[in-house]
């Protein structure tokens, strides 16, 4: 069912992806961790212009150059390697391109998706979490209601990564009065819609480079071409999204953890303790040997869920285990990485420090880890 080779495309890819990586976003994400947050830093979005990474989510037709999601994967683990707030910006506009590749009309699509090509760099956002709706995504206190052809929403969104700067807004609503699944559609929201406002940045530990925001939609008025499929499809439509993005997160998880791994390995064989490298204890170089066959692990268990995506199969809980598996590894490669870095990782800044106060978002973002073995025991 699965190749473990890559493509030569592939492999030209990764290798190309691993280089500014490692040469141009970590070092940037340094800089950007620790100034107060401002939005998408701009170097960023010249990157997303420069590489034409929109381009990679979207169908030949509109003007992309689209990519299978087990591509997608080895992309998004180069720049979960080298940012995980970056790679979660253009995570967000993954979203809600497959919302569209999922749900979207023709015309819906021809509209949107050229927002987010060249010239310029491009963001969208993805907005379903609510103050009081986390975990739970089967009701909405955002309503909408008809006004003759057209839409109103009200309501408030947050965290929104990429809030304020977005293109556009795939946001998810109930219809007034109801407070179920059935009740709710997802519509589309252009960036400078009348009565779309948006909070002060958020100031939070991790995913600095992801700015995020409070949004508010304050009775805004839009046409009813903006909802996206029949009316009571938005519930379907967002587990349909997250079944894709789970696995997509989960190789941001692979690239962070690879990160922290290759710098408690380079340090382990550096720092010596009375005369000899730390890496000679066996509690050190089983604990990485440990790591980097979970790693391995982790990275199959992703290429596994986007080929069952790419082949069209079923890959709820495929997706959820790669989540699971990938944003704990993370946390705990991060966690030991600051154990064995010592004095020279708890300190700001340090890429260990900040990679650490990263992997604890990937468990909590788009279901918690508590979320995911929901969906897999629920399968048993
Ligand atoms: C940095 C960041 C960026 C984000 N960006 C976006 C964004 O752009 N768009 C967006 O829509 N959302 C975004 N989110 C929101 C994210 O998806 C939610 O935080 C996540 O779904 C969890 O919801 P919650 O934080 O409200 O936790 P809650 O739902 O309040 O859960 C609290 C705790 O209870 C646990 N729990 C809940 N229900 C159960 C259960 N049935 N069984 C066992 N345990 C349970 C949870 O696992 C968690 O540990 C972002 C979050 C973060 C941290």
Sequence with gaps: MISFELTQKQLAMQEYFQRLAVERLQPRSMQVDAAAPAGVDPDYLTFIAEENLNAFLIPKEYGGKPLDHVSLAILFEELGAGCAGFAAVYAQTFHSVAALLIGGSDEQKKLFFPLLLPPGGHVS?????????????????????????????RGEKSPVINAGQSRFYVVWANEEGTRNRAGISAFLIPGKTEGLRFGPYHDKPGFRPAPT?????????????????????????????LDWGRALSASMAVGLARTAIEEVTRFAKQRVILKRPIIKNQSIAFLLADLVT???????????????????RDHTVASSMAKLYASELAVRATTEGLLILGQSGYKRPSLMDKIHRDAQVLRIAEGTSHVQKLIISGQL
């Design 125 to 153: 956002s993805f907005c379903v979490t609510e103050e009081e709706s986390g975990s739970n995504t089967s009701s909405f206190s955002t309503v909408f209601s008809r006004k003759g052809k057209s839409f109103i929403l």
């Design 213 to 241: 925001a409070t949004i508010h939609l304050e009775d805004i008025r839009i046409p009813e071409e903006n909802m996206i499929g029949p009316a009571g499809s938005g519930y379907l439509l967002l587990m349909q999204i």
């Design 294 to 312: 979970e790693l391995e692990a982790a990275r199959a268990l992703v290429w596994r869920a986007c080929r069952l995506i790419d082949l069209g």
